[in-house]
């Protein structure tokens, strides 16, 4: 890439000056682009190469586009042959509430059937792939162990080997591969939010994290699947990521992103993260704690949050719109919060363990323990961890 670029120009008028910054300008921009990492998605000759001729099912959402068409769309102007598209949590259009059951539809776009794969259905059934040779899954991840597309993953990775069926990964970058922190799941604490024994933080795409997922055994008993990866091209871990579309709706920005892993925790308290704002995941309050000057009053909003924590109730507490998110999980807020509390056996709620992906958590907390010696009570489990991670990973 060019450092600096001299431009001379001799008794030229204002309107050939700019012109000519014009053409500089998209040169740089072309050549920026042709130079920029390619996602998975991206290299459309080598996917439709891995499914050519072949029945294929899209496990796709809202973020899965090739520049500004989706996937299915481009796959289908190129004659693959597409029987179906299943969805994950938020929906095939990515504007469902958390949590919120999503039923099966009709892409008005493609005409192809889509199956819901949230609520009481998380797996793919034997009649659902029976028609079906190829999975192709391509989401957007955001490398948080609570953030659900891994576990939706995880169960059409276990009903594709359990069907015989091979499936292909798109890779994508993680925004928040930097860093590797919080504590490992422990047994017992399995749930859709946690579903393997890895830290908040993980630290790898999706793609690396499919291949240890199948590395390790973790599909149900130990078996694994046919799996393919088609990974990033110009891409390393600890390159920074704009993401082009939100991943979910309510992780509105690239901020809210990387405070998550931190400010998700206050999802196992009573207390509002936000939700039923503009800013989820950036502020944090609930109506008894007013010695803190700043409030916000969550409100349903469509596509965001129908009914949140404390709608219509006004909540005092942190704005953290400005605050730099820290390469590590942050821990204060969540303590500070907790001491300010007057009831502090309200504070948490059971939630608070599977998110965590142990009990120790909240204790600490309750002890009195400082975020610095939690955080290091963690640290065999992620020594252990980073052994594991190193065997599947894809970029330096």
Request: aromatic share 10%; proline share 6%.
């Amino acid at each position: 890439m060019f450092s600096v670029i001299r431009i001379r120009y001799f008794k030229a008028n204002r309107m050939q000056h700019k012109s000519i910054l014009i053409g500089v300008w998209l040169t740089l921009i072309l050549f920026s682009t042709s130079c920029a990492q390619q996602s998975g998605a991206d290299q459309l000759d080598k996917v439709l190469e891995l499914i050519h001729g072949k029945r294929t099912a899209l496990f796709v959402n809202h973020t899965s586009m090739v520049g500004r068409r989706h996937l299915v769309d481009t796959l289908k102007s190129r004659q693959a042959t597409l029987v179906k598209i299943f969805s994950p949590e938020h929906g095939f259009r990515g504007d469902a509430d958390a949590g919120e059951d999503v039923s099966n539809a009709t892409d008005p776009s493609s005409g192809l059937p889509i199956i819901s794969l949230y609520g009481p259905n998380k797996k793919p059934s034997s009649e659902h792939l029976k028609d079906v040779e190829v999975v192709v899954f391509d989401m957007q991840d955001i490398g948080v162990r609570f953030f659900t597309y891994i576990s939706s993953m995880h169960y059409m990775m276990e009903a594709c080997a359990e069907q015989k069926k091979k499936i292909i990964i798109l890779d994508r970058p993680n925004p928040n591969a930097h860093y590797i922190d919080g504590p490992v799941l422990e047994k017992g604490f399995t749930s859709f939010v946690g579903m393997h024994p890895v830290p908040i933080v993980y630290g790898m795409t999706i793609g690396e994290y499919a291949q240890m997922v199948n590395g390790e055994g973790w599909l149900a008993n130990g078996i694994k699947c046919d799996l393919t990866v088609v990974p990033l091209k110009k891409w390393k871990h600890t390159d920074g990521y704009s993401l082009p579309i939100k991943p979910s709706p309510n992780l509105p920005n690239d901020h809210a992103i990387l405070m998550y892993p931190s400010t998700c925790l206050f999802e196992g308290t009573s207390l509002s993260i936000g939700r039923g704002t503009r800013s989820p995941f950036e502020l944090v309050g609930h109506p008894d704690l007013k010695q803190y000057p700043f409030s916000f009053t969550p409100i349903s909003i469509p596509g965001m949050a129908k009914a949140p924590v404390l709608m219509d109730k006004q909540c005092f507490g942190l704005d953290l719109r400005n605050t730099k998110p820290t390469n590590h999980i942050n821990l204060e807020y969540l303590i500070e919060l907790y001491k300010a509390f007057p009831d502090k056996d309200k504070y948490f709620i059971s939630y608070i363990d599977k998110l965590a992906g142990t009990a120790s958590l909240k204790e600490q907390i309750k002890s009195g323990m400082k975020a610095a010696d939690i955080r290091k009570s963690w640290q065999a489990g992620l020594d252990n961890f980073k052994k594991i991670r190193a065997r599947y990973l894809l970029y330096p």
